[in-house]
């Protein structure tokens, strides 16, 4: 049964874990409705659990990557909450190999969730974001900005959902806002966290590269992402904000005067 919605209704996809995760909380304590997408039932009722409390968080079980799927949940979102007012395309994979040697199976994984994955769900959600003049915010990657050893096929998949955001925020400007995120590496998993660790060498080169000296918290990636979505951002169409602690304002040299002492 379908009821009118007094709050905003957002969608979460890969709301399981790291930066979809800490989206959905963000979204959850500005006072949105929160639709929790993604393919595991068991991790999107943590999210929800870990949520603040009181929140609206409401775990949704469904693939991005199969249109038909994904229709009926955009469709059923905003059936049952009588709106569909953000669209975080936030689902991923990433896989890594070079062109060469990167495995089929791999390649059509990260094409079918980060390629069709965003273009399915963006389609489905448009018709009731227009009813709400709503918005997508899309999470690509400093990868898609610039690209990375050893990561052919994912920095394809993420390059693709930069011209996505850029053409959707041509052809439906005067209905919708399209937006994207682009973090750099974040701790958004506890592999990350352990291979990162300070003092590892790791972490020595990782912050060499970047003037911040660290990685992101996926919270600081949401904060970005409820920005985009929020009235604030009236004005913003076709934007992209890489959240990379300002990785991608260097040429590639590392510090070199630091390092001539």
């Not at 610039?146 to 998949?157: F, S």
Request: hydrophobic share 45%; proline share 4%; aromatic share 6%.
């Amino acid at each position: 049964m379908s009821r009118q919605n007094s709050s905003p209704v957002a969608v979460v996809t890969g709301a399981g874990t790291g930066i979809g995760a800490a989206t959905a909380h963000r979204f959850a304590a500005d006072g949105y409705t929160v639709v929790l997408v993604g393919r595991t039932e068991v991790t999107l009722r943590q999210t929800a659990k870990e949520g603040p409390e009181g929140a609206e968080l409401h775990a949704w079980v469904a693939d991005v990557s199969d249109l038909a799927v994904v229709t009926a949940t955009m469709d059923g979102v905003a059936e049952r909450f009588g709106r569909l007012d953000v669209l975080v395309n936030n689902a991923g994979v990433a896989i890594p190999g070079t062109a060469e040697r990167i495995d089929l199976d791999s390649y059509r994984t990260m094409v079918r969730t980060n390629i069709d994955g965003t273009f399915f769900a963006s389609r489905a959600a448009l018709p009731h974001l227009r009813a709400v003049r709503g918005c997508i915010v899309n999470v690509g990657s400093v990868a898609g900005l610039r690209g990375e050893w050893n990561q052919a096929a994912y920095n394809m998949t993420k390059g693709a959902l930069v011209n996505l955001t850029n053409s959707m925020a041509l052809d439906h400007g005067r209905e919708i806002r399209v937006n994207a995120v682009h973090p750099g590496v974040t701790l958004s998993r506890q592999l990350l966290r352990d291979v990162l660790a300070e003092g590892t060498p790791l972490y020595e080169r990782f912050v060499d590269r970047v003037p911040m000296g660290r990685p992101a918290e996926s919270a600081e990636v949401a904060a970005v992402i409820a920005f985009l979505a929020g009235p604030d951002a009236g004005y913003l169409n076709g934007v992209h904000i890489p959240v990379d602690g300002g990785l991608t304002a260097s040429d590639g040299q590392t510090d070199l005067y630091r390092m001539a002492g």
